[in-house]
């Protein structure tokens, strides 16, 4: 019996997400006209794109220099990356965020950190972005509904967040705490979820160089529906793990519960890697649509263990049976 149900509200499933991707290719295809659209189909690489979108505040990032962080594929149109999320506290329908998450206000914003650390202590948001330089890292981010994008974020490694506040020997876990605000966030009617939205990951996951604590994407600021001012970005995890508008972090001893666990832990465990080889027990997890190429070609790319970043984290996971610890 899935709790989601009894919540009266079921995951989406990949075939209820294609038609309406199928939906929006056609429509853009529509607004670029043919030629615009070819050369925006075959015409570009990741490092090709340049162009930021100039609706926010320009954030850039230099070039990340870190194994696997500027992977080859074509970058999601912004419009798309912008338009189609997971946001639950805004509402579940992929629309509803960019939508409703624009009144968010992101200023003022601080991050509290507790738990085991040396250092605990409240960060402004100001402090946080001048705590290490921007980077600009290019991610593949496949959401457990079996879609992908390929964002552009910038940031820095959570590892320089962790070091600088010092955890203690009992650190073991990390938990992620996001903003629940009812004045603002329309979602929090729903009992979709159990509100704070929170997650967690070992601590040897968060200080993986790869695990990026976000404040941009596309040379600029985050939109609010992606996450403002800042969000964890795991690119080797389905991105329900990359918690947005985070207002806590906490170091703990013990595993902590995640909110999609406590929703359905048959379908949603610790772990959450990328992993083509366990499915989720609704749907197979073998294959991805990238948004941005349904419809067209109609193409399905195979999913990668650990997203594709397998030779960068797969070391993290060495002896543990990762279809019971999914
Ligand atoms: N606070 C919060 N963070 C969240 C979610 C959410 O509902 N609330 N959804 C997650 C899911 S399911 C995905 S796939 C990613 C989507 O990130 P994007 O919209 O920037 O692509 O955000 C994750 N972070
Ligand atoms: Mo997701």
């Not at 989601?4 to 295809?29: C, E, K, M, N």
């Not at 189909?41 to 320009?58: S, V, Y």
């Not at 703990?252 to 992993?275: H, R």
Request: glycine share 8%.
């Amino acid at each position: 019996m899935h709790l989601l149900r009894d919540r009266g509200f079921r995951h989406a499933t990949p075939s209820d997400i294609t038609p309406r991707a199928v939906y929006r290719q056609r429509r853009q295809l529509l607004a670029l006209g043919g030629a615009a659209a070819l050369a925006g189909a075959f015409g570009t690489n990741a490092h090709a794109q340049a162009a930021r979108p100039g609706k926010l505040a320009a954030l850039p990032g230099t070039r990340s220099a870190l194994p696997g962080a500027l992977v080859m594929d074509k970058p999601t149109a912004y419009a798309d990356a912008s338009t189609y999320n997971n946001f639950y506290e805004f509402g579940t329908e992929k629309s509803d965020p960019a939508r409703h998450a624009r009144s968010l206000k992101t200023r003022p914003w601080t991050v509290a950190v507790e738990g085991e650390v040396k250092k605990p202590g409240t960060y402004d948001i100001e402090a946080l972005l001048k705590l290490a330089p921007m980077e600009e890292r290019i991610y593949r981010l496949r959401c457990v509904e079996g879609w992908s994008m390929v964002i552009p974020w910038v940031g820095y490694s959570l590892a320089e967040l962790v070091r600088r506040v010092e955890p203690t020997g009992n650190a073991k876990f990390v938990q992620f705490v996001t903003l629940a605000d009812r004045r603002q966030m329309p979602g929090l009617a729903s009992s979709v979820l159990d509100w704070p939205y929170v997650e967690g990951l070992r601590l040897d996951e968060a200080t993986h160089p790869l695990a990026l604590l976000t404040f941009g994407m596309y040379g600029e600021v985050l939109p609010n529906q992606n996450g403002a001012p800042l969000r964890l970005v795991v690119p080797w995890k389905y991105g329900f793990k990359s918690g947005k508008s985070l207002v806590k972090i906490r170091f703990v001893d013990k595993q902590p519960k995640t909110s999609w666990e406590l929703a359905a832990p048959d379908e949603y465990g610790f772990y959450s890697n990328v992993n083509p080889q366990v499915d989720h027990p609704r749907w197979s997890q073998a294959t991805e649509r990238r948004i941005g190429e349904d419809g067209l070609l109609a193409r399905k790319r195979a999913t990668l263990m650990f997203n594709g970043y397998e030779p960068q984290v797969g070391q993290l996971y060495a002896g543990m049976d990762l279809r019971r610890q999914f």
